[in-house]
């Protein structure tokens, strides 16, 4: 098998890449397509002046997988179809219309459905963190709340983060 790759690799050397794999989170990969279509949808919110976004967006999308295996074992209910719709038409808005909106699902190879699951997870961690943290009314100890909560999933976690950021230009 592996002189059949080798001599596939020495036939055709231009391959191209056409997405890498920035992290594992357990078996879950997190690929440069999904911190793309992050990106270009605004899906992670970026902290005005974020130097290395790609890196920011990376972190979030692991403590996102995290979550949301926390959310799967304890099931919260499903969220309304009609909010994962309204969402999906906001983004599609922020496009700027159904056509740039299109382009943007092709540049990043994302489906409208990848959208629909992502939004309904989204939402899903959020009925979780309210049922979980929802008696925290001060919004900052709320926040620090769940922040050490996902300290903690890190902590319990296997993460290999294999995404090096470029070195900055001199």
Known sequence: MAVLLAALLTLNPSLDVIDRIMAVVGTQPITLSDVAAALQFGLVPLPAGTKDPTGYVLDRLIDRSLMLVEVDRFQPPEPDAVEITVQIDRLQARAGSAEAFDKALGVTGTTREQLRRYTRDTLRMQIYTNQRFGTI??????????????????????????????????
């Open 137 to 170: 009314l001060d919004p900052v100890e709320r926040e620090e709340s769940i922040a050490a909560w996902v300290r903690e999933l890190r902590r319990r976690a296997q993460i290999t983060v294999l995404y090096r950021p470029a070195p900055p230009k001199s």
